[in-house]
């Protein structure tokens, strides 16, 4: 709010858990952005598409780890998958391939976004903790 006073306001809790729910419904990823020069504190949240985030060009095209993983992987259930591809195409690090009737995960891509999970018509796909990715950020203890 301090660097665009005139056009930006606080949110109530409930608007940002329904900005939150609508973004995902769109395939966009979630992200908090750190600056230590804001007394440790969130610089900013962003919900990105994957063709605008400059911290997915930065991973997916350069190699640069400038994002943390969640903490959790994409799991395909193959019950469910029916391979349509629409995960594939809406993973914003390339973390899906299909090969035939098969979708493919590539576990050292995935950073559990969930971009894949709120894009998938059949509910095929979830995240599930992976302690090898890290431990889950608790934003509740930021504060």
């Known amino acids: 709010m301090q660097h665009n006073p005139h056009s930006t306001r606080r949110l109530t809790q ?3 858990v329904e900005l ?10 979630h992200s908090a952005w ?10 900013t949240l962003c919900n990105c ?13 350069y190699g640069s780890p400038v994002m943390a993983s969640s903490g959790y992987v994409a799991q ?23 090969d035939g009737e098969v979708i493919v995960h590539y576990w050292e ?19 599930v903790r992976d302690e090898r990715k890290g431990i889950p950020m608790d934003v509740r203890l930021l504060i």
């Not at 939150?20 to 990823?29: D, F, I, N």
């Not at 395909?76 to 299909?98: E, H, I, M, N, Y």
């Not at 891509?109 to 995240?127: H, S």
């Open 109 to 127: 891509k995935c950073m559990g976004c969930g971009v894949c999970t709120g894009q998938c018509p059949t509910e095929g796909i979830a995240l």
């Open 76 to 98: 395909v259930d193959k019950t469910l998958c029916t391979a349509c591809g629409v995960c594939v195409d809406a993973c914003p690090f390339g973390a899906l391939s299909q």
């Open 34 to 43: 750190f600056k230590d020069a804001c007394l440790d504190r969130f610089y």
């Open 20 to 29: 939150l729910r609508v973004e995902h419904e769109r395939g966009h990823l």
């Open 49 to 61: 598409c994957k063709c605008c985030c400059g911290g997915v060009e930065a991973m997916v095209k």
């Open 14 to 16: 409930a608007e940002a």
